[in-house]
């Protein structure tokens, strides 16, 4: 869910790997393994002066020349190719796009020319598409029951003490026995819950945090956003709206938020299927990105959740 994996954070130790692997698969194509380290000196010497590199979440080129010179350093040497058909190909078909300069590319922001071409070309805005809560909230199948028992209200519920997980674009709390999980792809949900209130089915107790960006020169308006999130909630995970959303304020942000109402993938204590309530909160952020969360729990045990909930949502900082 989401295009761009909003809530999955790199650091610079995890581009120094992959400028690692990218000049082992360069090395192995049977291309120059000096190449990938002149790239680096390229782009240093036209970058003029560089920033401290413990200022940023990627190494400066002069560093990453060093570290790749270093990487390839024992590697043996190749007969290696210096030109053949297919690049002549794709560099005569690179030499005839268009090219646009920085004002340009400003100018057609402002006059809504790349929204429109956007449009035209079916690329524009709709995370209802991409809407998929298949590994959170959605309805478990309806004989998915018979292997999973009732969970017991202790092993679910929150700590009172809170600790602090970073995610990158949100700073949260949460309670101290509840785990934070990162997802293994990007796009993902990231999940912060008791380890019990999870199945194979879905989370039954713990919220579910997302998000995603708008193209550039896209204006992202939060009902159209919300009204789009709950439509597709409904089509691919089966969860329905209880009534409207509604304006709620969190870090100073005007939000929105909504409850829903999905199959819980625990059952009750006398082993049949249980409501879930699914509380939805979308957060608009200054940079045309949104954050949104889904706070679960059965319908019999939400209001007991809700307080750590809003105490979550108030402890917020983007």
């Not at 680096?40 to 590199?53: A, H, I, R, V, W």
Request: proline share 7%; with cysteine; aromatic share 8%.
């Amino acid at each position: 869910m989401g295009a761009q994996g909003l809530m999955l954070k790199y650091s610079r130790s995890d581009e120094s790997q992959a400028d690692a692997v990218g000049a082992m698969i360069h090395y192995k194509a049977g291309n120059n393994k000096e190449a990938m380290a002149d790239l680096f000196k390229t782009l240093e010497s036209e970058g003029g002066k560089n920033p401290p590199q413990w200022l940023s979440d990627h190494p400066n080129p002069g560093n990453r020349e060093q570290a790749i010179k270093t990487e390839i350093r024992n590697w043996s040497a190749q007969n290696y190719a210096g030109d053949s058909s297919a690049f002549q190909k794709v560099r005569q078909q690179a030499m005839g796009v268009k090219s646009y300069t920085g004002e340009q590319i400003a100018k057609g922001s402002k006059s809504g020319e790349w929204a429109a071409l956007n449009k035209k070309n079916g690329a524009t805005f709709n995370p209802t598409g991409a809407m998929s809560v298949n590994s959170s909230a959605s309805a478990p199948a309806p004989n998915s029951f018979s292997n999973t028992a009732a969970v017991s209200l202790e092993s679910v519920l929150p700590a009172q003490r809170m600790v602090i997980a970073d995610l990158g674009p949100i700073k949260i709390e949460h309670p101290g026995n509840w785990q934070v999980m990162i997802p293994k792809e990007q796009g993902h949900f990231v999940t912060i819950a008791p380890p019990a209130g999870i199945t194979a089915n879905g989370v039954g107790y713990g919220v579910l945090l997302n998000g995603f960006t708008s193209p550039e020169g896209v204006r992202i308006d939060i009902d159209d956003v919300t009204s789009q999130l709950v439509q597709g909630m409904q089509q691919n995970g089966g969860l329905q709206p209880v009534g409207n959303a509604e304006p709620i304020t969190i870090g100073g942000i005007q939000c929105r938020a909504v409850s829903l109402q999905s199959t819980s993938p625990f059952p009750a204590a006398n082993g049949q299927p249980q409501k879930e309530r699914d509380w939805l909160v979308v957060i608009p952020q200054r940079d045309g990105s949104v954050i949104f969360m889904v706070f679960v729990a059965p319908e019999s045990d939400f209001d007991r959740f809700r307080p750590t909930y809003e105490a979550m949502l108030k402890s917020a900082r983007f």
